[in-house]
């Protein structure tokens, strides 16, 4: 039984790391060798800072905050938004790969987090790259679709905040999306519980929060103004590029 808790207490050390991998180890190698080398340094400061938080679970993963690097380079984005920002790893990933004349849109519920990260955000010189906003994020989407020149103008969108909005968000994105453009939904395989049998025993937030997300990936899937895909990245990241 020890040996069995002490193999448990091993379990994915990382904060942040949400990873769906059945082998520890197979994760590790993947942060030691792919990701650690590579993370730019203000990036590791943030990831650090934010692992003395109580609510540090709430974090990009370091391997989702480098996906998402990548992506927006490739993607050349220069115009995004994201909602749910926490203390801004992943924030902080996207204003790095942006331009020096890109913007972000980043909307939390909660500023006191987002200040956290703020210092690191502007020692890495991209926090003239965010206007942040504090409150919900539906009432200032429902602002900006008022005016036409808001649709069709963002490159990218990331969404990693309340769950049980994520289908009334992608109402209003999918009009402030280029075609071309992606939006990004994070934990679109919720710790694993998409596929756990109804007795299951879950922890009462992933219980809560497990038919929203069942019913955001059919929503996704049945869109025909979007192709998906769906990446076991971080706890699930559903990709959606706007097609018309």
Request: hydrophobic residues 40%; glycine residues 6%.
């Amino acid at each position: 039984m020890a040996a069995n808790g002490e193999e448990q207490k091993s379990r994915h050390q990382e904060v942040g790391h949400k990873s769906l991998l059945q082998s520890d180890a197979l994760y590790q190698y993947i942060l030691e060798t792919s990701v650690y080398p590579r993370e730019p340094e203000s990036m590791k400061e943030l990831r650090e800072l934010t692992a003395k938080h109580p609510w540090n679970i709430m974090t990009t993963s370091a391997d989702e905050g480098q996906f998402l690097n990548m992506l927006l380079k490739l993607i050349n984005a220069k115009n995004t938004m994201e909602i749910g920002v926490y203390t801004g790893y992943s924030l902080l990933a996207t204003a790095l790969a942006l331009p020096e004349d890109g913007k972000i849109l980043a909307m939390d519920i909660n500023k006191e987090n987002y200040e956290l990260g703020l210092p690191v955000i502007e020692k890495a010189g991209v926090a003239h790259k965010i206007d942040f906003r504090e409150g919900p994020a539906l009432p200032v989407l429902d602002h900006m679709i008022e005016d036409e020149k808001n649709h069709g103008s963002f490159d990218f969108i990331f969404v990693d905040a309340d769950k049980d909005n994520y289908i009334n968000y992608h109402k209003r994105l999918i009009d402030l999306v280029k075609v071309g453009g992606l939006i990004g939904y994070d934990n679109t395989l919720w710790n694993g519980s998409v596929v756990a049998p109804p007795d299951a025993p879950l922890r009462k937030y992933v219980r809560y929060y497990r038919d929203f997300v069942i019913e955001l990936n059919k929503a996704l899937a049945a869109d025909p103004r979007i192709e998906i895909c769906m990446l076991p990245v971080g706890d699930g990241i559903t990709l959606c590029r706007r097609i018309k």
